[in-house]
Structures are given as C-alpha cells and as structure tokens.
C-alpha cells in the first residue's frame, strides 16, 4: 500500500523558495503520477502541479507556472515542489498525491487514488 508523507512546510516570508517533499514508503512511485494540490483556508482544494515520474513529465496550473517546480529523485521515491517568489495568497495545505493520471485542470482529481495528509505553508510578513 502506497503511503506519502508531506514535508517542508511551516512559516515562511514573501518572495521566500520553501522546497515541500512528498516521500512514498510502501511503493516505489515510478508507476505513478505524482500531484501536489492547496487547499488555502475558505477555498476549494485545487491541484497546481503533477509529475508523470516515470517520463518525468510535468503539468503546472496557471497559479504555480513560472514560480513552481516539481522534480522527483533519482530513486524516484520522493517528488519535490520547489516553490519561489511566495505570497500571502500562497497560504495553504499543500497536499500530495498518487494516481494514474495527471490533472487537465486544476479542479480535476480523477484517477487519484493515494493522499498524504498535508503540510501547511504560512506566507506572512
């Protein structure tokens, strides 16, 4: 059974480059795609960035191209979202998860099927 855990998370400055990780036990995560979603308070969880890790093939959506990167190690057990140029509005729990398919949109999480339990990111002055 595929487990992930988040990490990276907790208070950071604007314009700071917090780094999150999702690390899987249990499986290896070649086989997957790897999503990284938010949920800010008051907002609906959307997902912002997936990697196919085998192709290492990636999808951001609108809100983190250009200032997200998501990466997966060499042993392809864990998948990183380096994130740059934070702002407030970038307060959330950020999630990752494992699936068969990256999302079309950020609303869309069909063929999730694995969800770590979040790491919340505090963007403040």
């Known amino acids: 059974q595929l487990q992930l855990v988040e990490s990276g998370g907790g208070a950071v400055q604007p314009g700071e480059s917090p780094r999150l990780s999702c690390g899987a036990s249990?499986?290896?995560?070649?086989?997957?795609?790897v999503v990284w979603l938010r949920q800010a308070p008051g907002k609906e969880r959307e997902a912002i960035s997936c990697v196919r890790v085998r192709s290492n093939s990636a999808w951001y959506a609108g809100s983190a191209r250009g200032r997200f990167t998501i990466s997966s190690d060499n042993d392809k057990t864990t998948v990183f979202l380096q994130m740059s140029s934070l702002r407030p509005e970038d307060t959330a729990t950020y999630y990752c998860?494992?699936?068969?398919?990256?999302?079309?949109?950020?609303?869309?999480?069909?063929?999730?099927?694995?969800w770590g339990k979040g790491t919340l990111v505090t963007v403040s002055s």
């Open positions: 249990g499986v290896a995560l070649e086989s997957y795609a």
């Open positions: 998860a494992a699936g068969f398919r990256c999302p079309s949109y950020s609303g869309d999480t069909y063929g999730v099927e694995h």
